[in-house]
């Protein structure tokens, strides 16, 4: 899912096993094949560490480029991005209690497309339902809280798979294949580090 601020769902990717890697799901999403189109010169949109490096994708240091202070600071201000985006599908998945396991045998082509077209039904409603409700305090409302507690648990199991990846050495999914573009999704981290610390008052060792 790519969601905004605001927590409306912009892109999605359905038809996946779940067992799938999330980058894998990210190409087939229309963000990812059309981004050129989609995003403007100096547009850009955030992911976790999980999804390739990219000038228009930018995601957080990983081992052993994380352990430096500078860029570990950088990672803790990024996170709030990431939390932001943790409360989007939070707020998804607790106003759906549908979506906490779909109750169906998905075992042929039929069963997969009438789950896809489920998800894709939620996902309208949920932004239509964002469009029309009033104000409401989120952090009050009892979807949004009880997603945000699902996802918790979510990300809590993903970041212990990441980890024990990345102590396993094993490659990162961006660092296959076009090297170009990972290293100018790196100068563009870099250039959005240094903007940062500008913000903050500080300098980076460069």
Not at 11 to 22: C, E, N, Y
Not at 24 to 35: D, G, I, V
Not at 134 to 157: A, C, M, T
Not at 170 to 178: H, I, K, M, P, W
């Amino acid at each position: 899912l790519v969601t905004t601020p605001d927590l409306r769902i912009v892109d999605f990717a359905v038809g996946l096993p779940g067992s799938q890697h999330d980058a894998s799901a990210w190409e087939e999403t229309h963000l990812f094949k059309e981004h050129d189109k989609l995003l403007g010169k100096d547009e850009f949109v955030w992911a976790d560490s999980a999804y390739p490096l990219r000038i228009w994708c930018q995601s957080p240091y990983k081992r052993p480029e994380k352990d430096l202070p500078e860029n570990t600071e950088f990672n803790y201000h990024v996170s709030a991005v990431r939390i932001r985006s943790e409360h989007g599908v939070g707020y998804f998945k607790g106003r759906w209690s549908s979506l906490r396991g779909l109750r169906l045998r998905i075992d042929n082509r039929k069963s997969l497309q009438f789950a896809s077209l489920w998800i894709i039904v939620c996902i309208i409603l949920h932004n239509f339902a964002l469009e029309h409700e009033d104000d409401i305090d989120h952090s009050s409302d009892v979807f949004f809280r009880r997603g945000n507690q699902i996802v918790h648990g979510e990300i809590s199991d993903k970041e212990a798979e990441q980890i024990a990846h990345e102590m396993a050495g094993g490659t990162n999914v961006e660092e296959e294949g076009d090297e170009i573009g990972l290293l100018e999704g790196k100068l563009k981290r870099e250039e959005l580090k240094q903007l940062l610390f500008e913000y903050l008052g500080r300098t980076t060792s460069d």
